[in-house]
């Protein structure tokens, strides 16, 4: 979660309307992660930090759109995004599009650190025990690490919240105060 | 007190048994970019404005630009270890120092870390830095005065408990003396007011002086110095006078009165400045943030005089600004002069010109503190006011003719023994009554007919002759209670005209 730029969250909050109007969520993510992949490679960029771009660009979609069958919608926002200059914004608008597509659909990405790894059975428990009343455990989606460091208990994090109930934080905060 | 091994251990006891965190929840964010004293942090949605952050390592920030996705924060200390990447944990408290009687005598850095090698400071409290200042209904009238000990301050600019008045001259003209003088003045009286010492991008030699100086003069016990000196970085610049401030008001709360110096406020407001511009607030006059005034509006504020009910307590400011070539018209020094309640000038022509401590009087006003003044005070200091005026009017002219007039000639030699007598030297603070029987002696006309080289060494004795002599005439002074506004009450005018003349026939010889 480094620094992404607000004008990508701009574009991505543009596209999820459209998306949940239209409920077309698994479409717009698999053009622009197929774009924004093709957009890494390191040729691509360099036509993108040339100042003329939007000649380029036009050239490079039209062939590209043909090849790879880009819904009509996909392409439409491609070429807003060239005539403006910000294609470059593009993988940063992906990764916000997956956030807001994981807050539309009520999916929760958290990510868990244990000190051994955890069983199936254990896992299915943290999804339970996450899972807001009432919630479907299922939605609760777990990237799952192992830090002999914390000694024992668990470290949850969604987003930008972390619970932590690791043994080393517990006496962490038993020298600061006894200290 | 003796602490015994049982106690520690049954405290250690108490605090393992009670411990029954079984999780910290914080909210994350990571460092995006660093420099120059600011971090700015992606995540932190739940940091609060001027929220303590933790940066690890011991290294603490304070966040104060919440923006949608970014945090812009202060870092207090040593940002050498932060660099992109570091995790950030918000820790649910607002920044804090220490209060109290532990920091009395201590060097203390903005963030209550102690810089005086004197060992850990021992505290029972802390206070939040920002907090807003007492309301109207928790405040009574400044009524009780502050004794600076500096006759041209006491007599025609008085500072009472409670008041902001600001200091305010070019460098070198003696505003830090003032400071040092009323904070000793304040030992040697015994008066009970707390000083608290603010520097804010000052030569850290020259704290060091004046923390010897205090020593010397057996001030340093009753007083507490912030120091965020000029290699400080901005923030701890910027935090200072606020830290300053809380340890203050630990004091006026509990119905105690203190007495704070924010040497200098001009300082401040550079600190402030680069600290905005780096989280890209936007410029405005000078460059200085759209809040520049109110940064030190809500500062000030928070010096007063609370009301009966809650205590009764007080919080005295002197803010410092330094001009320059005298110009009291620019952004700064305007801005704080409408803040407070009156502003000490200090000019360099007249330092030079060896008038010490260089008070322009005609250009210092005091606007809350003449109700204030004891009684005898302000029946000598009205003439003497008065005196002054008509002297400065009247130098003006008398530099060119040389033919005046009786009247105009004694008026000048009344002017003239007034100015000697003003004169003091640095760290001689004068009580009271001292200072009343030296400027009644003068506006009586009794120096008139003194050589001017002869007028300190007629003060010094009268004074001396007063103490051994009538002892009882020194409380009087003290003491006056006659409810005569402008005048000095008749009898106690006698009897001071009858101690002077047996001075005079008595011990007086006059050299020429």
Same mark, same amino acid.
């Given at each position: 979660?480094?620094?992404?730029?607000?004008?990508?969250?701009?574009?991505?909050?543009?596209?999820?309307?459209?998306?949940?109007?239209?409920?077309?969520?698994?479409?717009? *993510?698999?053009? *622009?992660?197929?774009?924004?992949?093709?957009?890494?490679?390191?040729?691509?960029?360099?036509?993108?930090?040339?100042?003329?771009?939007?000649?380029?660009?036009?050239?490079? *979609?039209?062939?590209?759109?043909?090849?790879?069958?880009?819904?009509?919608?996909?392409?439409?926002?491609?070429?807003?995004?060239?005539?403006?200059?910000?294609?470059?914004?593009?993988?940063?608008?992906?990764?916000?599009?997956?956030?807001?597509?994981?807050?539309?659909?009520?999916?929760?990405?958290?990510?868990?650190?244990?000190?051994?790894?955890?069983?199936?059975?254990?896992?299915?428990?943290?999804?339970?025990?996450?899972?807001?009343?009432?919630?479907?455990?299922?939605?609760?989606?777990?990237?799952?690490?192992?830090?002999?460091?914390?000694?024992?208990?668990?470290?949850?994090?969604?987003?930008?919240?972390?619970?932590?109930?690791?043994?080393?934080?517990? *006496?962490?905060?038993?020298?600061?105060?006894?200290? | 007190?003796?602490?015994?091994?049982?106690?520690?251990? !049954?405290?250690?006891?108490?605090?393992?048994?009670?411990?029954?965190?079984?999780?910290?929840?914080?909210?994350?964010?990571?460092?995006?970019?660093?420099?120059?004293?600011?971090?700015?942090?992606?995540?932190?949605?739940?940091?609060?404005?001027?929220?303590?952050?933790?940066?690890?390592?011991?290294?603490?920030?304070?966040?104060?630009?919440?923006?949608?996705?970014?945090?812009?924060?202060?870092?207090?200390?040593?940002?050498?270890?932060?660099?992109?990447?570091?995790?950030?944990?918000?820790?649910?408290?607002?920044?804090?120092?220490?209060?109290?009687?532990?920091?009395?005598?201590?060097?203390?850095?903005?963030?209550?870390?102690?810089?005086?090698?004197?060992?850990?400071?021992?505290?029972?409290?802390?206070?939040?830095?920002?907090?807003?200042?007492?309301?109207?209904?928790?405040?009574?009238?400044?009524?009780?005065?502050?004794?600076?000990?500096?006759?041209?301050?006491?007599?025609?600019?008085?500072?009472?408990?409670?008041?902001?008045?600001?200091?305010?001259?070019?460098?070198?003209?003696?505003?830090?003396?003032?400071?040092?003088?009323?904070?000793?003045?304040?030992?040697?009286?015994?008066?009970?007011?707390?000083?608290?010492?603010?520097?804010?991008?000052?030569?850290?030699?020259?704290?060091?002086?004046?923390?010897?100086?205090?020593?010397?003069?057996?001030?340093?016990?009753?007083?507490?110095?912030?120091?965020?000196?000029?290699?400080?970085?901005?923030?701890?610049?910027?935090?200072?006078?606020?830290?300053?401030?809380?340890?203050?008001?630990?004091?006026?709360?509990?119905?105690?009165?203190?007495?704070?110096?924010?040497?200098?406020?001009?300082?401040?407001?550079?600190?402030?400045?680069?600290?905005?511009?780096?989280?890209?607030?936007?410029?405005?006059?000078?460059?200085?943030?759209?809040?520049?005034?109110?940064?030190?509006?809500?500062?000030?504020?928070?010096? =007063? !005089?609370?009301?009966?009910?809650?205590?009764?307590?007080?919080?005295?400011?002197?803010?410092?600004?330094?001009?320059?070539?005298?110009?009291?018209?620019?952004?700064?020094?305007?801005?704080?002069?409408?803040?407070?309640?009156?502003?000490?000038?200090?000019?360099?022509?007249?330092?030079?010109?060896?008038?010490?401590?260089?008070?322009?009087?005609?250009?210092?006003?005091? !606007?809350?503190?003449?109700?204030?003044?004891?009684?005898?005070?302000?029946?000598?200091?009205?003439?003497?006011?008065?005196?002054?005026?008509?002297?400065?009017?009247?130098?003006?002219?008398?530099?060119?003719?040389?033919?005046?007039?009786?009247?105009?000639?004694?008026?000048?030699?009344?002017?003239?023994?007034?100015?000697?007598?003003?004169?003091?030297?640095?760290?001689?603070?004068?009580?009271?009554?001292?200072?009343?029987?030296?400027?009644?002696?003068?506006?009586?006309?009794?120096?008139?007919?003194?050589?001017? =080289?002869?007028?300190?060494?007629?003060?010094?004795?009268?004074?001396?002759?007063? !103490?051994?002599?009538?002892?009882?005439?020194?409380?009087?002074?003290?003491?006056?209670?006659?409810?005569?506004?402008?005048?000095?009450?008749?009898?106690? =005018?006698?009897?001071?005209?009858? =101690?002077?003349?047996?001075?005079?026939?008595?011990?007086?010889?006059?050299?020429?």
């Amino acid at each position: 979660m480094a620094g992404r730029s607000p004008a990508a969250k701009r574009y991505a909050e543009a596209v999820a309307s459209i998306a949940s109007q239209a409920g077309t969520w698994d479409a717009w *993510l698999r053009d *622009l992660t197929q774009v924004a992949d093709a957009l890494a490679e390191p040729v691509i960029r360099a036509i993108l930090a040339n100042p003329n771009q939007t000649v380029n660009i036009s050239h490079f *979609l039209d062939s590209r759109s043909m090849r790879d069958g880009l819904r009509p919608e996909t392409i439409r926002l491609l070429r807003v995004m060239a005539s403006k200059r910000t294609l470059g914004l593009l993988p940063d608008a992906v990764e916000w599009l997956h956030e807001l597509a994981d807050r539309a659909r009520g999916v929760r990405r958290v990510e868990v650190t244990s000190a051994v790894p955890l069983d199936a059975s254990q896992q299915r428990q943290v999804q339970m025990h996450l899972a807001d009343v009432g919630g479907d455990p299922a939605n609760v989606a777990l990237t799952l690490q192992v830090d002999p460091g914390i000694i024992g208990g668990l470290v949850i994090r969604e987003g930008d919240h972390i619970k932590d109930r690791s043994v080393r934080a517990r *006496l962490e905060t038993l020298r600061e105060r006894m200290a | 007190m003796a602490i015994r091994s049982e106690d520690i251990v !049954r405290s250690l006891v108490d605090q393992i048994e009670g411990f029954d965190q079984r999780e910290r929840t914080s909210n994350v964010g990571s460092v995006v970019e660093v420099g120059d004293g600011i971090a700015r942090i992606y995540g932190l949605s739940q940091a609060m404005s001027g929220e303590l952050l933790d940066f690890g390592h011991g290294t603490m920030g304070m966040a104060l630009n919440l923006e949608e996705d970014t945090v812009g924060a202060i870092i207090l200390g040593d940002y050498q270890e932060i660099g992109e990447g570091t995790e950030v944990r918000t820790t649910g408290r607002i920044v804090q120092v220490p209060v109290g009687d532990g920091l009395l005598g201590r060097v203390v850095s903005p963030i209550g870390e102690p810089l005086d090698g004197k060992g850990p400071i021992i505290a029972t409290e802390y206070r939040p830095v920002e907090v807003v200042a007492p309301g109207v209904i928790m405040r009574q009238e400044v009524r009780t005065p502050l004794q600076t000990g500096v006759k041209s301050i006491d007599t025609m600019i008085p500072i009472g408990r409670g008041q902001r008045e600001l200091i305010i001259g070019d460098r070198a003209t003696g505003k830090t003396a003032i400071i040092a003088d009323t904070i000793i003045n304040q030992a040697r009286q015994k008066t009970g007011v707390v000083c608290i010492y603010v520097a804010i991008g000052q030569k850290e030699a020259k704290v060091s002086q004046l923390v010897r100086t205090l020593e010397e003069n057996g001030a340093l016990s009753n007083t507490i110095i912030v120091v965020a000196g000029a290699s400080a970085s901005a923030s701890l610049q910027y935090l200072a006078p606020y830290a300053g401030c809380a340890m203050g008001e630990f004091y006026r709360d509990k119905g105690g009165d203190a007495f704070i110096a924010y040497d200098d406020l001009t300082k401040h407001a550079w600190a402030y400045r680069q600290v905005s511009l780096l989280l890209r607030r936007p410029p405005g006059r000078e460059a200085y943030p759209g809040d520049v005034f109110y940064c030190h509006s809500r500062l000030l504020e928070r010096a =007063a !005089r609370l009301s009966e009910e809650y205590g009764g307590g007080s919080l005295t400011a002197f803010p410092v600004i330094e001009t320059q070539l005298g110009d009291l018209s620019t952004y700064i020094p305007t801005n704080v002069i409408s803040i407070t309640d009156g502003q000490i000038f200090l000019q360099g022509d007249l330092f030079n010109a060896g008038i010490r401590p260089a008070v322009n009087v005609g250009l210092s006003v005091s !606007r809350v503190g003449g109700a204030a003044q004891t009684r005898a005070m302000r029946g000598v200091a009205g003439r003497l006011r008065l005196d002054m005026a008509r002297f400065r009017e009247l130098a003006a002219f008398a530099q060119f003719g040389s033919d005046l007039d009786r009247a105009t000639q004694a008026q000048l030699t009344r002017g003239q023994r007034l100015q000697e007598l003003l004169k003091q030297p640095q760290y001689g603070p004068m009580p009271v009554e001292d200072q009343v029987m030296s400027i009644y002696a003068g506006v009586s006309g009794r120096l008139d007919k003194v050589d001017i =080289a002869d007028v300190g060494r007629y003060e010094r004795e009268v004074l001396q002759f007063m !103490r051994s002599s009538h002892p009882e005439l020194c409380d009087r002074v003290l003491n006056e209670r006659q409810d005569s506004t402008s005048r000095l009450n008749a009898g106690l =005018a006698q009897a001071l005209d009858q =101690a002077f003349d047996e001075f005079e026939a008595r011990a007086w010889r006059a050299s020429s």
